[in-house]
Each structure stands twice: as C-alpha cells, then as structure tokens.
C-alpha cells in the first residue's frame, strides 16, 4: 500500500464546520497548488492538481533529491466584483522531497484533465513481486 502525502491546512469555525484555508502568503505572490506525492512499488509520483494550463506551461526540475514544478497560470480574463475569489493565478512553485532512489533520465511528466502527474521510476525493486 503506498503512503500518501497530502498538504492542506484546516480551521474550525464555530466548532463545527471546516474550511481548508488557503495560505495566502502577504510577502510574496508566488503560491502552491494543491500536491499528492507517494511512492508505489516501481516508482515515486508526484501528482498535482491545476487547472488551466498546457503541459508546455510547467518547468519542471529535479535535484539534490527535490522536485520541483513552476509554472505561471494567467489572471482569468474577466472583471468585475467578486463575490468570492478563490481560483489562484500567478507563478507557483511546488517543492517535493523525493524519498526514493529514482533515475530522473526515464522520468515522464502528464498533464491531463487539469492534473500534471510526474513518474519517477525508482532506480531498483523488487522484481520477484511482479
């Protein structure tokens, strides 16, 4: 069974409802979009949810064992007075700490359905499994 590891942030109001805050950073405009990162038996993936964008939109990096996914996603054209505003745009970066032996030279990235999924084939396992 892979481990999953998900970010988000939760807050209670009034005790019981909960609202995933979204960690609006005052000091900087660069966010994180929403990131599962877990391993299986043959690869670590990494899977990030974000709409809006074309694979050729995303630059993606890895080094001293971090992933590391940037891009821009453009302000949506139209104006006017939100009611309510929660769809991000600007440049992101999302980092990952990759916690397996991976070969980054046959690594592939997907972007499909509003989701970049980068495989990252771990260098050895266990093959008797299969």
């Known amino acids: 069974m892979p481990t999953v590891i998900r970010k988000s942030v939760s807050s209670m109001l009034e005790g019981r409802e909960i609202l995933h805050s979204v960690s609006w950073q005052v000091s900087s405009s660069v966010w994180s979009p929403p990131?599962?990162?877990?391993?299986?038996?043959?690869?670590?993936?990494?899977?990030?949810?974000?709409?809006?964008m074309r694979e050729e939109d995303f630059e993606i990096a890895f080094q001293n064992g971090t992933l590391s996914i940037r891009g821009f996603r453009p302000d949506a054209p139209e104006r006017g007075a939100y009611h309510q505003m929660e769809i991000r745009s600007g440049k992101f970066v999302t980092r990952v700490a990759v916690t397996a032996d991976v070969d980054v030279d046959v690594a592939t990235a997907d972007y499909k359905d509003g989701f970049l999924t980068v495989l990252l084939p771990k260098t050895s396992f266990d093959t008797a499994q299969e």
């Open 35 to 52: 990131t599962d990162a877990f391993d299986t038996e043959k690869a670590y993936v990494v899977r990030m949810e974000i709409a809006g």
